[in-house]
């Protein structure tokens, strides 16, 4: 029986060393990662685009399903609000912060006056280096492969050995783990853990409207492509008619409220990716990892844990 790595994040230690990425806008709410914290992984609401009243609700949402388990929130450093945001999740109690999309020293203050872990999502070992000295209880190595914005053209299986040999916190590799094979790929390398975001996403207690998870169980092989963000990053996302209109210089923004720090303006990001939520791809964005093409049916949060973990025996923790 193969032994799964234990994570430990400060105090925090789930049952399954797996953290179900946080997907804005609305993707990832109470409902799903209560779902996932009762499961015994790390559950994470999207804080992005959502109000502070949203938030509240929503870490609400997680804790009464969560059964005791460990809920956090993922907010992309881009976001003008970020740090409120932050803030609000801190405020409601929350267990930990991940932090996407960019680096935060403001955010690492923050967990550390508040007594929260912070985990930023880092793709190269120099930050890895930075967040470790800046107090970061973990990170996360995201690689190209993964849904949402990207910041490396390099797979997240060659990124992570060199962050893990650069620092002493725990990582934790993300993108590209979609299905069993996947994870017994990267449990080669010495992991403390995975992150995993559109697997979660085709799940039935994901938020997303069914015509979102149909695109996701339609994709084939080779079908992401890299988008252009108006964040000024590079996003994998599935063709929808709204992004053939968007390459075509067909879409503008018809009004701003100045949700991002900066902004390109091509089109209006947090718009798409509701759209989208709402399944309304002829206006949306479908963010989605390389691996999308190995889904091929929704499923619960309970069956997404046996899929990966069944037959695979959490390390005891006497014996750490
Ligand atoms: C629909 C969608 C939305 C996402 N939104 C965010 C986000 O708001 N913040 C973030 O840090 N990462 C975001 N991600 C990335 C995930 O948290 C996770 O790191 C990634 O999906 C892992 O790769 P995988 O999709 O191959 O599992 C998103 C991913 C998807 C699929």
């Known amino acids: 029986m193969k032994i799964l790595p234990r994570l430990v994040i400060g105090s925090l230690q789930p049952r399954y060393p797996i953290i179900q990425g946080g997907m804005a806008v609305k993707v990832s709410t109470g409902r799903l990662a209560g779902s996932v914290a009762r499961e015994g992984g790390i559950g994470l609401i999207a804080g992005s685009g959502m109000t502070d009243e949203e938030l509240r609700t929503e870490i609400r949402v997680a804790r009464s399903i969560a059964d005791g388990g460990i809920v956090g929130v993922n907010t992309l450093v881009a976001a003008s609000r970020f740090i409120g945001v932050m803030k609000t999740a801190v405020d409601e109690g929350i267990d930990l912060l991940v932090a996407g999309a960019g680096f935060s020293r403001d955010l690492l203050a923050l967990g550390r006056s508040a007594g929260v872990p912070v985990v930023p999502i880092v793709s190269s070992a120099k930050l890895a280096i ?27 299986r060659v990124l992570f050995p060199l962050v893990k040999e650069a620092v002493k916190i725990p990582v ?102 509701l759209q989208a939520k709402e399944g309304n791809l002829d206006k949306g964005l479908v963010f989605a990892g390389e691996h999308v093409y190995k889904i091929k049916e929704i499923l619960t949060v309970k069956e997404i844990f046996h899929l990966f973990f069944d037959g695979l025996e959490p390390r005891d923790e006497t014996h750490a």
């Open 130 to 156: 930075m967040a470790e000295s800046l107090g970061a209880s973990a990170v996360i190595v995201e690689g190209r492969e993964a849904g949402g914005h990207i910041g490396t053209t390099k797979s997240s």
């Open 172 to 273: 934790i590799i993300a993108g590209g783990i979609a299905d069993r094979a996947d994870l017994m790929e990267v449990l080669k390398f010495n992991i403390d853990g995975v992150q995993v975001g559109t697997r979660f996403a085709a799940s039935v207690e994901c938020n997303a409207a069914l015509a979102f998870k149909q695109r996701y169980l339609q994709a084939k092989e080779g079908d992401v492509i890299k988008i252009h963000s108006p964040v000024g990053l590079p996003g994998n996302a599935l063709m929808t008619p709204f992004y053939q209109r968007v390459s075509r210089g067909e879409v503008g923004v018809d009004h701003c409220d100045g949700c991002l720090k900066r902004c390109s303006h091509s089109f209006c990001i947090v718009e798409a990716l």
